[in-house]
């Protein structure tokens, strides 16, 4: 009887996120080329709340949202990433060419200012890094996830420095954001993650099995890129997330031997979030 409940919510849940999805693709089609970028914004970030909800997200949000006129950088663990940073403030992400091709939510995606990368074609880069600068420009908020593919959330991959490049045309700040998924024991919950060989239809089923998927965002102080060049930039991005998700930067050796087996790590919660704080047993 436990399992036909469990199975029934899940599919009920399913359902509502489809319907959701219709209701986004005929809101982006139909309201959005009549709204101005304001309007837009407030759309996105109230459907992308919704979906958290449909999927049982709760989001603990600690530091401050960064303002348009910016580039965003942030570690990257699912693609629920980017709805958690559209609840709170939506920016323009730049993602890889492949998604456009997607049923509906390339479509979506498009019609919500993605900027696409053909990451096969180097001469790519250029063209992306111009309309990245032009959209900084331009006042509005462009998102990166700077390591360019997703982890399980345990580490954080070196970022690509030339990537950041248009913070430095700009001279705009470059805001740090650190995302991570935990448990309620206050460990890392890898089970969100959508990395590896996971396919985008199990890493959602495994999201409708859980209860509760307790994520977090921690907005970090703002990086001035004055006497930065972009490998020093990318480095001080890398180390600000990494301090605030209490991980190793890439290249370093993590001290403990449960790191080394490659147990569960522990997060360390920012101050004000809702979750218990690990205790220092494991």
């Known amino acids: 009887m436990a399992f036909r409940k469990h199975h029934a919510v899940r ?60 580039l965003l950088v942030a570690n990257h663990v699912s693609w629920l990433d980017i709805y958690l940073i559209n609840s709170i403030c939506p920016p323009r992400f730049v993602a890889k060419s492949e998604i456009r091709k997607w049923p509906a939510v390339g479509w979506l995606s498009e019609r919500t200012g993605v900027l696409f990368v053909e990451r096969e074609r180097r001469s790519d880069a250029s063209r992306v890094g111009r309309a990245i600068s032009e959209a900084i420009a331009s006042g509005d908020l462009v998102a990166i996830f700077p390591e360019g593919t997703t982890s399980d959330g345990l580490r954080i991959l070196s970022f690509r420095a030339p990537l950041l490049e248009p913070a430095l045309t700009c001279k705009s700040s470059l805001h740090p954001v650190a995302l991570r998924y935990v448990t309620s024991s206050g460990e890392i919950d890898i089970r969100v993650a959508y990395a590896g060989e996971t396919s985008f239809g199990q890493s959602l089923w495994a999201i409708l099995e859980q209860e509760e998927v307790r994520a977090e965002i921690i907005f970090a102080e703002a990086i001035e890129v004055a006497g930065h060049n972009r490998k020093t930039l990318a480095k001080q991005a890398e180390s600000v997330i990494a301090a605030a998700l209490n991980l190793p930067t890439p290249g370093t050796t993590p001290e403990t031997p449960d790191d080394l087996q490659g147990a569960p790590r522990k997060a360390r919660p920012p101050k004000d979030s809702p979750y218990p704080a690990p205790s220092d047993s494991h």
Do not use: C, D, Q
Not at 23 to 45: N, V, W
């Open 11 to 70: 599919a009920l849940r399913l359902t509502r996120l489809a319907i959701h999805l219709v209701r986004g693709i005929l809101t982006a089609g139909a309201i959005f080329p009549y709204s101005g970028k304001t309007r837009r914004h407030e759309m996105i970030r109230r459907w992308s709340a919704k979906l958290l909800r449909i999927l049982n997200v709760s989001l603990s949000v600690s530091g401050n949202p960064p303002a348009g006129g910016s």
